[in-house]
């Protein structure tokens, strides 16, 4: 079946410095979705990503969708403690079976 | 206002008993889902369901049953057959399946002892 793969698993960085996590499918993805989940919280979905080679933005968060549809990426530009959580990336499973998440990636934010 | 709801917030049960989680929502979406989460992990699908009084298994099924008489409600049962049930629940819903986002509710946190 699908696979969903994210790296790093976990990142940590100082206060100011940029992250990056990135997403990569078995298979290629109508769509991929993105999702922030806050240590004791629930995931909450951030952006979705359609078209093949699609960028966009939301304030200091950059999303890239690969050219093949394969692949994703996040970037966070000067990250802040806000930013602390786990992301997820998630593309639609094969036939109908809704959304297959990857594992996340972990982000750390040292002060 | 809308949204999903999860009920207890925390849950302990003795080894051996079944116990059934609670998800309610009125989003009026017509798919929802129950995915499990353990520490460090990401979400495993254990059921879905696209409409009233259809669902299907998900990835890790086994030990688990749900059941979809009402749109609005989607509650699941973790039998005394599931071997390691401690974990944390979460409950998502969305307009149909495939592509459109998942909104979640806030999880249950199961504690099996």
């Known amino acids: 079946g699908q696979q969903v793969m994210q790296i790093p698993q976990y990142q940590h960085v100082q206060e100011g410095e940029d992250f990056t996590t990135y997403c990569n499918s078995s298979?290629?993805?109508?769509?991929i979705q993105w999702y922030k989940q806050r240590p004791g919280g629930h995931p909450v979905f951030l952006i979705q990503?359609?078209?093949?080679?699609e960028v966009k933005k939301q304030k200091r968060l950059t999303f890239q969708f690969g050219e093949a549809k394969k692949n994703s990426s996040l970037h966070i530009t000067a990250t802040q403690t806000t930013d602390v959580g786990t992301y997820f990336c998630?593309?639609?499973?094969?036939?109908?079976?809704?959304?297959?998440f990857g594992k996340g990636t972990h982000l750390i934010i040292q002060p | 206002d809308g949204g999903i709801t999860q009920s207890p917030k925390y849950l302990f049960r003795k080894e051996g008993q079944n116990v059934t989680l609670s998800c309610e929502q009125n989003?009026?979406?017509?798919?929802m889902y129950w995915y499990r989460q353990d520490p460090g992990q990401g979400l495993r699908l254990i059921y879905y369901?696209?409409?009233?009084?259809?669902?299907q298994k998900g990835d890790i099924a086994e030990g688990y049953s749900v059941s979809r008489e009402k749109k609005e409600s989607f509650p699941l049962t973790v039998t005394s057959a599931q071997k390691n049930p401690t974990a944390f629940y979460l409950c998502?819903?969305?307009?149909?399946?495939?592509?459109?986002?998942?909104?979640f509710g806030p999880g249950t946190r199961l504690t099996v002892t």
């Open positions: 990503l359609v078209k093949s080679g």
């Open positions: 989003l009026n979406h017509d798919a």
């Open positions: 369901s696209q409409i009233v009084n259809d669902f």
């Open positions: 998502a819903s969305s307009i149909g399946l495939a592509g459109p986002e998942q909104y």
């Open positions: 298979t290629t993805l109508s769509n």
């Open positions: 998630a593309g639609p499973g094969g036939g109908a079976d809704g959304l297959t």
